[in-house]
């Protein structure tokens, strides 16, 4: 049997269902993603967090299944693989979460295919997911493997990324910069965090507005298993920001010829977490991108949390 050097060992317990450790567990999907099933009465805080951390080094996408998760669980799952959160500073937060537990993008349209804050200096690791209540219909939460999205660029695309950076364009009010370095953080603070960043430049206002360009790859190398991974915000900043007035770091345009055969790859990776109530997603930002498709069940429950990762 052969297996893919980028998913490593424990992708071979995911091509059969079966048990071992309390876990039961099954493909998730056509690119290594598990399924984690409950069993018997076992909790989710129960559940062997070694086993569980070479499941996500090795998978990048896991959902557990029938531990009836809500914000606060998901919130006391994620705490015992990372050692901080950040946040969203878009995203309403839930109360009692010191702010780490967050609603999914206000609005119910398409979101295109991004990572997580991949268009700032503030990239987390992981994302995670909890459901408490899927639209009636769509609604789904989708996601990309950019290990094999690279793979499906082609020879002539990847020189052309391997060769240019992404540019990206922020500004973020005191309070909103604030979030990812505390509420009491100061002006000076942030002026040390930025300065010892690769690809950062940036205006503070006299209101301590900060504005700030970003400069990256658009490959980066995974978390896990240090391959190539086309994961990064071209897509949702091309569609919510300049659009086709996009560039390169080099002043050179991102043309929609461009955005159109990364749209068309991305077409061919596409893989869909069909929400059940109580269902709890982790998934590895390094790797995937995730979006989601359009819904207009305004009842639908989505919380997330953002981490770094402890392991």
């Not at 990206?168 to 370095?181: E, G, P, T």
């Amino acid at each position: 049997m052969n297996v893919r050097p980028d998913i490593g060992w424990t992708y071979l317990i995911a091509l059969t269902e079966i048990t071992t450790m309390t876990l039961v567990t099954k493909p998730l999907d056509s690119s290594g993603g598990i399924l984690v099933h409950r069993h018997s009465d076992e909790e989710l805080l129960e559940l062997p967090v070694e086993t569980i951390k070479d499941l996500m080094k090795s998978a990048g996408v896991v959902m557990f299944r029938g531990f009836d998760v809500g914000p606060d669980a998901m919130k006391q799952f994620a705490n015992q693989y990372s050692y901080k959160f950040n946040r969203d500073r878009l995203r309403p937060t839930v109360e009692g979460s010191g702010g780490h537990v967050q609603m999914v993008t206000e609005g119910t349209g398409y979101v295109d295919p991004h990572c997580e804050q991949a268009n700032s200096p503030f990239r987390p690791d992981a994302i995670w997911f909890s459901c408490t209540k899927p639209a009636a219909e769509g609604g789904e939460t989708l996601y990309w493997d950019g290990v094999r999205l690279w793979e499906e660029l082609g020879t002539e695309l990847q020189d052309l990324f391997r060769d240019k950076k992404l540019r990206f364009f922020q500004c973020y009010s005191k309070d909103k910069w604030q979030l990812f370095l505390g509420h009491d953080a100061t002006v000076e603070d942030i002026r040390k965090t930025l300065d010892n960043l690769e690809g950062v430049s940036y205006f503070l206002n006299a209101d301590e507005a900060l504005y700030l360009e970003y400069v990256c790859p658009a490959v980066v190398r995974t978390r896990y298993g240090n391959v190539e991974a086309f994961a990064n915000s071209l897509m949702s900043e091309w569609t919510n920001t300049l659009g086709d007035l996009m560039t390169f770091d080099d002043g050179t345009p991102i043309s929609k010829e461009i955005v159109s055969q990364v749209k068309a790859a991305l077409d061919r990776c596409t893989e869909t977490v069909d929400w059940k109530p109580g269902d709890l997603v982790f998934i590895d930002n390094s790797r995937f991108l995730h979006g989601r498709n359009g819904f207009t069940d305004p009842s639908r429950k989505i919380f997330s949390s953002l981490s770094f990762l402890n392991f």
